[in-house]
């Protein structure tokens, strides 16, 4: 079956799918993004991720392109289209648009609208259970990590770093020798007292949704969150340690660098915060 992608106004075959040589995303980075789950067919979390991208847009000060009813109905034209009855991602990209390149905001240019989608296998608890490894690196991006651009170059050279390490992700560090977030994820560790600890919201971290979701379940729970910067050193010693996105969900960390979490299995909390988490994921297509 072919691909469908939507491209300001069409909705073409994926293949022929293209945007402008001078479209200030290609050019600058001007532009942002967001990737919603989708599992039996419909969008998890739709409203706060499209929130965020709401926010996204009036901090770089991009027009919507259209309404956000109209966005949903394109949104769920492309899952239709490309088949997903079961578990994908929707992408959506915004940027500023086409205009001739100079650095200056141009005054009157149409915001370009890309939408795409792809099918996943169904979740499988599982393979999801499986820890990861990651490695820790500094943390070279700009001061709004709140925003969620397009401009990843940081991102996508840290996850590289973390592949040719034999890791599946790389944790940022700042100037304090504090934890950030992941390449395209949010950092949590357990402490040996209990503690469910994640960096609080600021423009240090993209606020994932999963996070948030996350954040939810733990504190209906009852579990002790606090959110603050916590150190590589506090995290090496942590008893359980994880991630989490759209994309990964909730995924134990079981190495960082070369130092075993735990017992190098996913910990208890982190798996009941999968399954809650997953849960969660799963109600959304019903
Ligand atoms: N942090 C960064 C830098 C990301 O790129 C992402 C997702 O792409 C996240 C955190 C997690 O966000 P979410 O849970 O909304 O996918």
Redesign the pocket.
Known sequence: MSRIAYVNGRYRLHADAVVHVEDRGYQFADGVYE?IAVQRGRMVDEGP?LSRLDRSLSELRIPWPMSRRALRVVLVEVIGRNRIIDSGLVYVQITRGVAPRSHAIPSATASCLVVTARPLPPFDRDAARKGVAVITIPDIRWKR?DI?TVSLLP?VLGKQQAIDAGAFDAWMIDSDGAVT??????AWIISTAGELITRQASTA??N????CAVFGIAADQGCTLVERPFTVAEARSAAEAFQ????SVVKPVVRIDDTMIGDGKIGPLTERLLDLYAGHMLAAGE
Do not use: Y
Request: hydrophobic fraction near 25%; aromatic fraction near 0%; glycine fraction near 10%.
């Open positions: 990737v991720h990590c969620k991102n977030e992941g390449t395209a994820s949010n971290i993209l994932g949704i999963t996070r989490t996105s759209t994309t």
